[in-house]
């Protein structure tokens, strides 16, 4: 066996146990390798595996940097399946950083126009433009994308088979489809590939969250996850779990004020981002900031917590209230607003660039929401 084949052997071991780091390192050695004895076939192959392995685990830039040197020098005879997944990296890492939908729709004309040529699986074209729809908050045609997608789901798919029922469940949460959701769950069970416990108990803490299941249950539910995604090297599921771990804890109905400092969520909330290069991370994290302050918000007012990425059970703010520190009210009531119009800009910024306004909305609903607290203590302060 060529020396390259053996380090690029121990790569794949490392990718598929999302050990992405040390993935990385070995494809780029097993890629010097195979330069160093003229193989340019196997060269490329392994510089699209490093790069693959550097965006997830979040080094957008030196994925990039080496996307592009592989492309640059592109063997015609270059394997056909990493050489779909460039150009599938291509696109995905320019929804990561700069999802100009002009450029996005491009690169998926290129796509298809390569698929028209090459071997390529139906299905990933319609994941890959149901990812698009899903980003733009477009979640009924994502859904049919998937849909198709699973339906059309062959052995030579560059895409993982569980990814279409994943990301199928997830658009069901955001439609309030729940019934449907755990449809998708199901059929995400029997994928049986290397990620499907862990997304599996994503969604399923995604689902109970949603329908409102008890702090216990989501407790339990967090707690298997957490098992299935501490310790991999990808930026995606640690900056994600960090965010479920903070709203789960805002239901605590034991823990106290959420402003406190050692609130469980306050802590989760100064840990850094893992990728600070991807731009819907960041919304994500404005937009989790913005629901801590208004979780501490109601704390004040004396309003039970509820959740507010689903919002199926809405906040019962009574016509008048009246805080125990109206000075801390006022204080919080400042943070809240000033929280809501810094997510506003940037869910502006994001929906500018995709010509979509869903990230606005959700937005300006949790704007409405501190609203309704502020009249009904305003009422009760004024005893109007």
Not at 56 to 67: A, C, E, H, I
Not at 124 to 151: I, K, M, N, P
Not at 283 to 306: E, F, K, W
Not at 307 to 323: E, I, M
Request: hydrophobic share 40%.
């Amino acid at each position: 066996m060529a020396h390259h084949n053996q380090i690029a052997g121990e790569g794949r071991e490392a990718y598929l146990a999302s050990r992405m780091a040390e993935a990385a390192l070995l494809y780029r050695r097993a890629a010097s390798a195979a330069l160093e004895i003229g193989d340019r076939i196997a060269w490329f192959k392994n510089m699209a595996w490093a790069a693959d392995a550097s965006f997830l685990k979040g080094d957008t830039q030196v994925s990039l940097s080496m996307l592009l040197e592989a492309r640059q020098s592109e063997p015609e005879d270059a394997s056909p399946r990493e050489a779909w997944m460039a150009r599938k990296l291509l696109f995905y890492i320019s929804l990561s950083t700069r999802p100009e939908r002009a450029r996005l729709e491009q690169l998926l004309t290129d796509l298809r126009s390569y698929a028209n040529t090459h071997r390529s699986a139906a299905g990933d074209l319609l994941s890959l433009e149901g990812v698009l729809f899903h980003f733009c908050g477009d979640y009924r045609t994502a859904l049919a994308r998937f849909e198709a997608a699973w339906q059309a789901y062959d052995v030579n798919s560059g895409e993982i088979k569980s990814s279409s029922p994943y990301v199928a469940a997830d658009c069901c949460l955001e439609l309030g489809q729940l019934s449907a959701c755990k449809d998708w769950i199901a059929a995400l069970d029997q994928c049986l590939d290397s990620v499907t416990t862990r997304w599996s108990a994503e969604i399923t803490l995604r689902l109970a969250l949603a329908e409102g299941r008890p702090f216990a249950t989501l407790l339990s539910h967090l707690r298997t996850y957490t098992n299935r995604a501490t310790g991999l090297q990808r930026a995606d599921v640690a900056d994600k779990l960090a965010r479920l771990i903070a709203r789960i804890h805002l239901l605590d109905p034991h823990a106290g004020d959420p402003a406190a400092d050692f609130h469980p969520s306050r802590a989760e909330l100064r840990r850094p981002p893992s990728d600070r290069q991807c731009v819907h991370g960041r919304y994500d994290a404005h937009l989790l900031h913005l629901d801590y302050r208004l979780a501490s918000l109601r704390h004040a007012a004396g309003i039970p917590a509820v959740d507010d990425l689903y919002y199926y059970q809405p906040q019962q703010a009574p016509v008048r209230l009246t805080p125990v520190d109206p000075d801390q009210f006022q204080g919080r009531l400042h943070r809240a607003r000033a929280a809501a119009k810094s997510t506003l800009r940037y869910a502006r910024h994001l929906d500018t660039l995709l010509e979509c306004d869903y990230r606005q909305r959700e937005v300006q609903a949790r704007s409405e929401r501190i609203e309704e607290i502020a009249r009904a203590i305003d009422f009760g302060l004024t005893g109007g």
